[in-house]
Every structure is written in C-alpha cells, then in structure tokens.
C-alpha cells in the first residue's frame, strides 16, 4: 500500500509559477512509476505528466510539453510537478498517482494504469 499526499496548490495569476509535491509513504517509493493528473471544472480527469521510477524517462502531455517539469526525489519519496507560463486553462484539481509497474510511453495517461492516488490539491490560476 502506498499513501500518497499533495501539497502546493493555491491560486496564481495567469504566466505565473507553482511548484506541487507529492509525499508518498508505505511501500518503498523509488520502486513506483509516478504521474500527475488533472481534473478542470466539469471535465474528466486527464494525464499531465510521468515519471519512471528511477526518473530517467520522463512524459508530457502536449497541453503542458515545454511548460510543465516532472521530477522526483526518491531519498525525500516525493514527486513534483514544477508548473510555469500559468494559463487559465491549467485550472483543475491535481492528483498524484503511483503504480509499481514500469512506466511508458503507452501506458503513463491512462488513469486507470495506477493504483493508487493522493486526494488531490487546488490549483487556479486567475486571467
């Protein structure tokens, strides 16, 4: 079992910066393929980024490709997701998600690829 928590969320103005955490306790962390997903208002959930458990491949959806940084720190079991050029559209409650199978580029957007997942934190971002 892995529990995992977010933090960082808030509310930002549009070409702004926030950085979200994800702590992850239980079974060991380095072990886990990790990802960030988002839910906007009124949508489904969507892929946002993943990382492989060493952190040597990382995936981008191309809404975020060249904005958004996945990263991870296996000694600290956390992951982040460095978010820059805020827009408007980047508005949702994001989740963190872990899987201890190996992460690619097949499999890291789907939502139901991961077994476990954090409560989710706020993110607005105000135009």
């Known amino acids: 079992q892995v529990q995992l928590v977010e933090s960082g969320g808030g509310l930002v103005q549009a070409g702004g910066s926030l950085r979200l955490s994800c702590a992850a306790s239980?079974?060991?962390?380095?072990?886990?393929?990790m990802a960030w997903f988002r839910q906007p208002p009124g949508k489904e959930r969507e892929s946002v980024a993943g990382?492989?458990?060493?952190?040597?491949?990382?995936y981008y959806a191309d809404t975020v490709k060249g904005r958004f940084t996945i990263s991870r720190d296996n000694a600290k079991n956390t992951v982040y997701l460095q978010m820059t050029s805020l827009k408007a559209e980047d508005t949702a409650v994001y989740y963190c998600?872990?899987?201890?199978?190996?992460?690619?580029?097949?499999?890291?957007?789907?939502?139901?690829?991961?077994?476990?997942w954090g409560q989710g934190t706020q993110v607005t971002v105000s135009s």
């Open positions: 239980g079974r060991t962390f380095s072990g886990y393929s």
């Open positions: 998600a872990a899987d201890s199978r190996t992460l690619n580029s097949f499999n890291y957007y789907y939502a139901r690829f991961y077994a476990y």
């Open positions: 990382i492989s458990w060493r952190g040597g491949s990382t």
